[in-house]
């Protein structure tokens, strides 16, 4: 058939691959020349982290072995599906497992390809991924992904699962067959309000010792509401993936190789005269970056200047020139050297953006290597919106305690999602990065904003501040809540141009 001529053509150019010695070998190779992954990775024309993964060694070569048993896992499977010939057609059954799933992206395949959960032949996929919908036909479960500090011994052996019961795909996501997803239940209790009004039980009204009690267990609590909120979502959180080793700190005081574009930026130079400016205060800065484009899965590395909307990660580019720093921040943040940098998906968004017809602000960036997964903006969105309108409540009733716990728990959800002792339930550096960068993001496209209307921009700092000459309120609404913004100081700068010289101001 046409549509099979490319496969032909590909297998027939196909060729074997040159013998490359051990792993141990090729490293000690180059170690023993005194040569740094770096400077091989100059001469090769790729990057150091690609090096380090011909070289895989420790944790990364234990991870690399499980990730070859699960292929030939997965190839065994296939190969069963083609040693037992095409499943036969039953339209009616297809017809009764389908009907009412109008929540999710079910197609028929056009063979039988191994499901994600079980490795046997399934007839469908959801949401991209082969699965069986109907649980009853789904036997067995892949291995349950651990945090490498805790990772027991792997082998090839699989356990029946309980029927009903959904499990977690070999990829980290934990795809729910569509047969077996609830709907979240209309009256979701008050966790953030209960906690409050047992804290102030517990302290005799006391508001500064119960808010005190309530930000101490922010993290746990944090944890727990996001439990609840991921009853009958479609995917569940893996709390331990594998990452690559650009997410690993460089040292024990050090960081990792993401750039997560912080702004640190002033105008240079002002108009002449005396200017009054107001630096505005941008609420739930956080919170709202909850809403960004999460991986789902385990990363995947791949190279190219391609940027797959569907996908989200992490991707080493080499951002364009910025020629507006006179009255904008660079969407990069204050990075100022030279050369290739690892980004998150929220700056590379940003950047393809302004670069594109409708703003034409610089020229695209140059995506060379990237680790991305299937994404979705809305994976948070449940434990964003609980803590929003805490929020928002707090804010109306005046209830200073809930709204400093509210405060606490999306802050510390945020930067403990790292390599914190105080957060071992979640190891999502990926994530962290991902959410501190749409914090940044956001606040650029709010002094984007204020420029296209006419405002002077004088200053872009962190997640929430920016600093404004001219009739803000005319741009932003003012209040305390999640979509508006308060003034946080006024300050005058400049001279009177009509005062004479030596005048007092």
């Known amino acids: 058939m046409a549509e099979f001529d490319a496969i032909d053509v590909l297998l027939a150019a ?3 691959e040159v013998a490359l010695p051990p792993a141990e070998e090729r490293r000690r190779l180059r170690e023993e ?4 992954r770096a400077q091989l990775a100059q001469a090769l024309g790729v990057s150091a982290s690609t090096v380090g993964g011909w070289e895989p060694g420790g944790e990364v070569r234990e991870k690399y072995a499980y990730f070859l048993d699960g292929a030939r896992t997965k190839l065994d499977a296939a190969k069963a599906v083609a040693a037992d010939g095409e499943l036969g057609d039953d339209k009616p059954a297809e017809a009764e497992r389908t009907a ?6 079910v197609d028929v395949l056009r063979s039988p390809q191994p499901c994600v959960l079980c490795g046997q032949p399934a007839r469908h996929q959801v949401e ?5 919908l109907d649980p009853a036909e789904c036997g067995t479960a892949a291995p349950v992904p651990t945090p490498p500090e805790k990772a027991a011994p792997r082998t090839a052996a699989r356990q029946p699962a309980p029927a009903g019961m959904s499990v977690r795909a ?15 239940a209309s009256g979701t209790p008050d966790l953030i309000g209960s906690a409050v009004a047992a804290a102030l039980a517990e302290h005799g009204g006391d508001v500064e010792a119960a808010t005190a009690a309530l930000v101490r267990r922010a993290i746990p609590d944090a944890m727990a509401l996001l439990d609840h909120t991921r009853k009958g979502g479609r995917y569940d959180v893996v709390a331990h993936p594998w990452l690559p080793d650009i997410l690993r700190k460089q040292s024990a005081r050090g960081a990792d190789q993401v750039w997560e574009a912080r702004p640190k930026w002033s105008r240079p130079e002002l108009p002449a005269g005396e200017h009054e400016i107001t630096a505005l205060d941008i609420n739930g800065a956080y919170l709202s970056a909850l809403k960004t484009h999460l991986p789902l899965g385990q990363m995947e590395h ?18 364009p020139v910025w020629d507006h720093g006179a009255y904008l921040p660079d969407p990069i943040g204050n990075w100022d050297e030279p050369g290739m940098l690892w980004v998150t998906e929220p700056p590379l968004r940003l950047l393809l953006r302004v670069s594109g017809p409708k703003y034409g602000l610089c020229d695209p960036p140059e995506i060379h290597e990237s680790w991305t997964s299937g994404a979705t903006e809305g994976l948070l969105e449940k434990f964003r919106i609980v803590l929003k309108d805490a929020r928002d409540r707090a804010i109306a009733d005046g209830d200073e305690v809930s709204l400093e716990y509210v405060k606490a728990m999306s802050s510390k959800f945020v930067s403990t999602l790292g390599e914190s002792n105080y957060n071992r339930e979640l190891y999502l550096t990926d994530w962290m990065h991902l959410i ?5 993001a956001n606040l650029w496209w709010k002094a984007h904003r204020a420029y296209d209307e006419g405002l002077l921009v004088v200053r872009a700092m962190g997640t929430d501040e920016l600093h404004i000459i001219g009739d803000w309120r005319a741009v932003f609404p003012e209040g305390r809540g999640v979509a508006e913004v308060k003034v946080k100081d006024t300050y ?6 009509d005062e004479p010289p030596g005048s007092a101001s």
Do not use: M, W
């Open 100 to 105: 009412g799933v109008d929540d999710a992206d």
């Open 492 to 497: 005058t700068v400049g001279t009177d141009p």
């Open 170 to 184: 070999a990829s980290g996501v934990k795809v729910v067959p569509v047969g077996c997803r609830v709907q979240a």
């Open 128 to 132: 991209g991924f082969p699965q069986h």
């Open 33 to 36: 020349l005194n040569l740094s």
């Open 302 to 319: 791949s190279t190219g200047n391609h940027h797959d909307r569907r996908r989200a990660g992490l991707h080493l580019i080499t951002p």
């Open 14 to 16: 196909a060729r074997q």
């Open 436 to 440: 501190r960068s749409q914090a940044f």
